[in-house]
């Protein structure tokens, strides 16, 4: 049982570990394509986007959607300015062109303290493995 702790083989393994967890909760999915803010309103007074799911930030609007020819998985990114043309822009071409589903949440601000906690939370984590580590290597040694 030394052995196994005191190799590097075990610590290796527990990286790896820690390494594969970290890289499967963080599997962001990237869009098809991004889209030029001229490029989403051209497409939707065309009639080509069929669904638009939109994020109010402080300056601006993130839009995701999908095009006529999109398959299901595909779906592009745009930024306009948020501002009362852009809003009037997207509703006037929603109504004339039978957009299926629109969506709009809300720009909400994220607390100071859960940016604190969140930022520290990872390095207290990864400071008690240590320590545990440590512990484990001074037990093993008596």
Do not use: C, H
């Amino acid at each position: 049982m030394k052995q196994i702790f005191r190799s590097k083989i075990f610590y290796l393994i527990i990286f790896l570990v820690i390494l594969g967890v970290v890289l499967v909760f963080n599997n962001d999915e990237e869009p098809t394509e991004k889209l030029t803010a001229d490029e989403f309103f051209t497409n939707l007074a065309d009639g080509k986007v069929t669904f638009i799911e939109a994020e109010q930030r402080k300056s601006v609007i993130e839009i995701s959607g999908r095009l006529a020819w999109y398959e299901k998985d595909q779906y592009f990114v745009a930024s306009v300015p948020n501002s009362e043309t852009s809003l009037n822009r997207m509703n006037n071409a929603a109504e004339e062109n039978d957009i299926e589903k629109m969506e709009f949440t809300p720009y909400i601000e994220t607390s100071g303290w859960v940016t604190l906690f969140t930022a520290t939370i990872p390095f207290m984590i990864l400071s008690i493995l240590i320590l545990v580590l440590l512990l484990f290597r001074v037990i093993i040694k008596r």
